[in-house]
């Protein structure tokens, strides 16, 4: 073999290698009940996809997000932990609201100001 049949049956070695290990980590529903397919789908990161989920499960985005729970946490954590844009997916079950950013005051040296 030459050199460059060599580096092509490298390199695609090399890309079939990464498409597997990217499949391996995908998620799945363990059974057929709506929240468990809302949870796949929220993790998976489509908001198109998430939408229309929601839509037809016929639940409210607030009680999805107040009280479906994924792998014993509340789908925003799972959502948090699992998703590749967490925070993209989050807005969209809490329209808007969801916010990582926390800000620190010192109630103190606020009043000291005055």
């Known amino acids: 073999m030459n050199t460059f049949t060599k580096t092509l ?13 990217s499949a391996a980590d995908s998620l799945f529903a ?17 908001k198109i996809q998430l939408h229309k989920s929601i839509k037809d499960s016929g ?4 009680y999805i997000a107040e009280n479906v729970t994924c792998n014993d946490q509340n789908i925003l954590a799972f959502v948090q932990d699992y998703a590749e844009d967490p925070d993209k997916m989050n807005n969209v079950l809490t329209n808007g609201k969801f916010n990582t950013n926390v800000e620190i005051i010192d109630l103190a040296v606020a009043n000291t100001k005055k």
């Open 9 to 21: 049956a490298t390199i695609t070695l090399s890309l079939s290698t990464i498409g597997m290990a």
């Open 30 to 46: 363990a059974d057929d009940s709506v929240t468990s397919k809302l949870c796949v789908v929220a993790a998976q990161g489509s």
């Open 59 to 62: 639940l409210s985005k607030r």
